[in-house]
C-alpha cells in the first residue's frame, strides 16, 4: 500500500493564479481531511469528506475548495492564490478501528505563494 | 480560538533523561486526545492516544497522563533517545469526527547526546 500520497511536493505560485493540490489514498478510508500547518499555529482544518459526495468546511476554509467524486481521492483547489496560503498543506485518511480513530497523514505539499 | 493550548514550544533534554510535553484543551465533548510525531520534511504520524476512561497509557517508553477534572494531558518520554528528536503535536476530536482533529501548536523536541 501506498498510503496517502500527495503530488506536488513542491509549488511557487504567483498571486491571483489557481491550482489544484492532488490527494490519494489507497486504504478505502471513509474520511479524509486537509490541513495546512503554519509555523507556531500547529495544523489547522482547511476541509474535511466523511464519504464521497460529502464535504465540510474546517477552521480555516476561506479561498479553499473541495470535492470528493472517489473514495480515493480529495482534492483541494485553489481558486486565485494568496500570499497568506503560503503554507505546508497535509492531507490525511481515517478509519475507525479498535475504537482508535487514528488519522494517517500524506508527506506534505510545500506552497509559496509570490 | 485556540482550543488546545500546547507548550512548551521547544525543549531540549539529555540522552536518557525525560522530556514531558503539556497540553489543556477546553471543549469538554472531546474525548479522543492523541499525539503526533512529526519528522522534518514528513507528514504526522500517530505516536499515542488516549480516551477519558483512563488515567494513563503506556506504550514503551511513551505514556501518556490525563486529567479530566483539570482538562490537561501530557505526554512523557522516559529515557529520551537522539532518534526522538522531532515536533510532536497533541490533538483533540471527539468520537466518530476522526477527521476533525484539533491540534495544538506544537513542542521541538531535540535531544542532546
Known amino acids: 500500500n501506498a498510503g496517502v500520497t500527495q503530488t506536488p511536493k513542491f509549488q511557487v505560485l504567483k498571486t491571483g493564479q489557481s491550482m489544484t493540490l492532488q490527494c490519494a489514498q489507497d486504504?478505502?478510508?471513509?474520511?479524509m481531511s486537509w490541513y495546512r500547518q503554519d509555523p507556531g499555529m500547529g495544523l489547522r482544518l482547511i476541509h474535511y469528506s466523511v464519504g464521497a459526495g460529502i464535504t465540510d468546511q474546517g477552521e480555516v476554509p476561506n479561498g479553499y475548495n473541495v470535492s470528493r467524486s472517489t473514495t480515493e481521492d480529495f482534492p483541494l483547489r485553489l481558486l486565485s492564490a494568496a500570499p497568506s496560503q503560503t503554507s505546508v498543506y497535509f492531507c490525511a485518511s481515517s478509519y475507525r478501528a479498535s475504537g482508535i480513530d487514528e488519522q494517517f497523514f500524506g508527506p506534505g505539499t510545500r506552497l509559496t505563494v509570490l | 480560538q485556540q482550543q488546545v493550548k500546547q507548550s512548551p514550544q521547544s525543549l531540549i533534554v539529555q540522552k536518557g533523561g525525560i522530556s514531558i510535553i503539556n497540553c489543556a484543551y477546553e471543549?469538554?465533548?472531546?474525548?479522543?486526545f492523541p499525539w503526533y510525531q512529526q519528522f522534518p520534511g514528513k507528514g504526522p504520524a500517530l505516536l499515542i492516544a488516549?480516551?477519558?476512561?483512563?488515567s494513563e497509557k503506556k506504550e514503551g517508553r511513551f505514556t501518556i497522563s490525563f486529567n479530566k477534572s483539570a482538562k490537561q494531558f501530557s505526554l512523557h518520554i522516559m529515557d529520551s533517545q537522539p532518534g526522538d528528536s522531532a515536533t510532536y503535536f497533541c490533538?483533540?476530536?471527539?468520537?466518530?469526527?476522526?477527521?476533525?482533529?484539533?491540534f495544538g501548536t506544537g513542542t521541538r523536541l531535540q535531544v542532546t547526546l
Open positions: 471543549n469538554t465533548a472531546f474525548d479522543y
Open positions: 488516549i480516551r477519558p476512561d483512563v
Open positions: 490533538a483533540a476530536s471527539r468520537t466518530g469526527t476522526a477527521s476533525k482533529l484539533t
Open positions: 486504504m478505502n478510508h471513509e474520511y
